[in-house]
């Protein structure tokens, strides 16, 4: 035998109240940022995905800085590796910073090199962490380039 469960209406029954639900407007709703990844180690591209789709931002990767030309996705935030193969993170950010309103970048390097790490400064990057980076140290500088409430 089912059990069926009827819920009472208001108008049926004087001491059920009856509550408006609310429905998100385009006005109302708030879309997470997106941040791109661009880097051309794969592993690296889908852990730092899932991490920041953790943290409730939306993401989107590319293996290469001529694969996200090509698709031209417009962006909160971008997480660059400073050395990509063919074009590498500093000539993005040079064509990047051409634009009219210019993404943050924050630079992720395996290779330090202080006068990389100078230019892209100096060219108007937000963040510059060297591989491994603690993920919170990524998180805060997210949370600071979108003041998105992540988490």
């Given at each position: 035998?089912?059990?069926?469960?009827?819920?009472?209406?208001?108008?049926?029954?004087?001491?059920?109240?009856?509550?408006?639900?609310?429905?998100?407007?385009?006005?109302?709703?708030?879309?997470?940022?997106?941040?791109?990844?661009?880097?051309?180690?794969?592993?690296f591209r889908?852990?730092?995905?899932?991490?920041?789709?953790?943290?409730?931002?939306?993401?989107?990767?590319?293996?290469?800085?001529?694969?996200?030309?090509?698709?031209?996705?417009?962006?909160?935030?971008?997480?660059?590796?400073?050395?990509?193969?063919?074009?590498?993170?500093?000539?993005?950010?040079?064509?990047?910073?051409?634009?009219?309103?210019?993404?943050?970048?924050?630079?992720?390097?395996?290779?330090?090199?202080?006068?990389?790490?100078?230019?892209?400064?100096?060219?108007?990057?937000?963040a510059y962490?060297?591989?491994?980076?603690?993920?919170?140290?990524?998180?805060?500088?997210?949370?600071?380039?979108?003041?998105?409430?992540?988490?």
């Amino acid at each position: 035998m089912n059990d069926v469960l009827v819920m009472p209406r208001a108008r049926d029954n004087p001491k059920v109240t009856e509550h408006k639900v609310l429905r998100p407007t385009p006005q109302t709703m708030v879309e997470p940022p997106l941040i791109v990844i661009v880097d051309d180690d794969a592993s690296f591209r889908r852990a730092v995905g899932r991490l920041i789709r953790l943290w409730g931002f939306r993401a989107s990767t590319f293996a290469s800085a001529e694969e996200y030309l090509r698709l031209a996705v417009r962006s909160d935030c971008m997480v660059l590796d400073l050395h990509l193969e063919g074009m590498s993170g500093l000539e993005l950010q040079g064509l990047l910073s051409a634009q009219t309103k210019p993404i943050p970048i924050i630079f992720v390097t395996a290779m330090d090199d202080p006068v990389a790490r100078r230019t892209a400064l100096e060219a108007g990057a937000v963040a510059y962490l060297e591989k491994p980076f603690d993920e919170f140290r990524l998180l805060e500088v997210l949370q600071a380039v979108t003041a998105y409430p992540a988490g």
